[in-house]
């Protein structure tokens, strides 16, 4: 009898494995002659992603989980130009505003009622809508959009995407991921330490959706796991800690690493108040 620890060992090597032939698999599909060539050199089981069943491609959160077959998971796409993502909201779960930087996405609702929100680019109006189960909408490449389980059981949504790497660029994660300053300056001179405090509260994709929702569901948002920001390094870095006032502060606070290098010349602008202490719940 193997040992738990051979199992495993096992377990890692075979997804890493796994990891290893889908590169393999992929360049030799990429410079294969045609199609033909292509399908040759998959075997029939290829051509199948299971998404209840999902090792990679898989997004996860408070609010739900989404499965995407991409060519990053599934080489059969390389070249066809779609790929496929399918949702499970739990209740008032919220695909967090979000964009596609290189496909369009039609959203189909299997078995729950959705809102949906669209802005595109700069001048374009936004576009809102309920979808019903059976109904579709149309997400335009590159437009920021959400969508809201609006009901108090989970539901289940399948988009497809007309491109096999569609990518997606989470709104909040990704703005609040660039230098604390540049995005205070860009909100309006918010203070650099609010902009910090901000992006500690910021939930994993899929997070828990609207007030009004939870509470007619009787749900409490509590605490969602925080793991999707994007690291510092030296061109975004948080603030340096210069003074103890600043420490204190920092340490009454949640977001316990958040520093004020520019404290007294934010103070002149805008008091600090922790964000994470005016979090409703
Ligand atoms: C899920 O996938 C694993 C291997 O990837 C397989 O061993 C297992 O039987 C699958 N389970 C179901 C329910 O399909
Ligand atoms: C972006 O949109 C706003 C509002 O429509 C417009 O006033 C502004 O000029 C646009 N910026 C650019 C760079 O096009
Ligand atoms: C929708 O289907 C999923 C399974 O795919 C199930 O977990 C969920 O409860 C269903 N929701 C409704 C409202 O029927």
């Known amino acids: 009898m193997p040992s738990f620890a051979v199992l495993f060992a096992l377990a890692a090597a075979a997804v890493t494995s796994v990891h290893a032939d889908v590169a393999a698999t992929v360049a030799s599909l990429k410079t294969a002659t045609n199609t033909v060539a292509q399908v040759n050199l998959l075997q029939d089981q290829?051509?199948?992603?299971?998404?209840?069943?999902?090792?990679?491609?898989?997004?996860?959160?408070?609010?739900?989980?989404?499965?995407?077959?991409?060519?990053?998971?599934?080489?059969?796409?390389?070249?066809?130009?779609?790929?496929?993502?399918?949702?499970?909201?739990?209740?008032?779960?919220?695909?967090?505003?979000?964009?596609?930087?290189?496909?369009?996405?039609?959203?189909?609702?299997?078995?729950?009622?959705?809102?949906?929100?669209?802005?595109?680019?700069?001048?374009?109006?936004?576009?809102?809508?309920?979808?019903?189960?059976?109904?579709?909408?149309?997400?335009?490449?590159?437009?920021?959009?959400?969508?809201?389980?609006?009901?108090?059981?989970?539901?289940?949504?399948?988009?497809?995407?007309?491109?096999?790497?569609?990518?997606?660029?989470s709104i909040a994660q990704r703005y609040l991921g660039l230098p604390p300053d540049v995005v205070a300056a860009s909100l309006g001179n918010l203070g650099v330490e609010e902009v910090v405090g901000i992006e500690a509260l910021l939930p994993d994709n899929f997070a828990l959706g609207r007030d009004e929702c939870l509470q007619r569901c009787g749900l409490a948002r509590g605490t969602q796991p925080s793991t999707q920001r994007q690291p510092r390094v030296s061109g975004n870095a948080l603030p340096q800690e210069t003074s103890s006032a600043a420490s204190a502060s920092a340490s009454a606070s949640a977001s316990a690493t958040v520093s004020v290098a520019s404290a007294s010349a934010s103070a002149a602008k805008r008091e600090f108040v922790p964000v994470q202490a005016r979090r409703r719940d």
Not at 51 to 66: P, W
Not at 83 to 111: D, K, Q, W
Request: charged share 10%.
């Open 46 to 169: 290829d051509f199948v992603f299971d998404f209840f069943n999902a090792t990679s491609g898989v997004s996860k959160g408070a609010g739900g989980h989404a499965v995407a077959a991409s060519v990053s998971n599934f080489p059969a796409l390389v070249g066809q130009g779609v790929a496929m993502t399918v949702g499970f909201l739990e209740p008032c779960g919220m695909n967090t505003p979000h964009t596609h930087p290189r496909a369009t996405e039609i959203l189909y609702s299997v078995n729950g009622t959705l809102t949906s929100g669209t802005i595109g680019e700069n001048g374009s109006r936004f576009v809102f809508n309920t979808i019903n189960p059976g109904q579709a909408t149309v997400f335009p490449m590159g437009s920021v959009h959400y969508q809201s389980n609006e009901g108090c059981e989970p539901m289940t949504f399948v988009s497809a995407f007309n491109y096999e790497d569609p990518g997606t660029l």
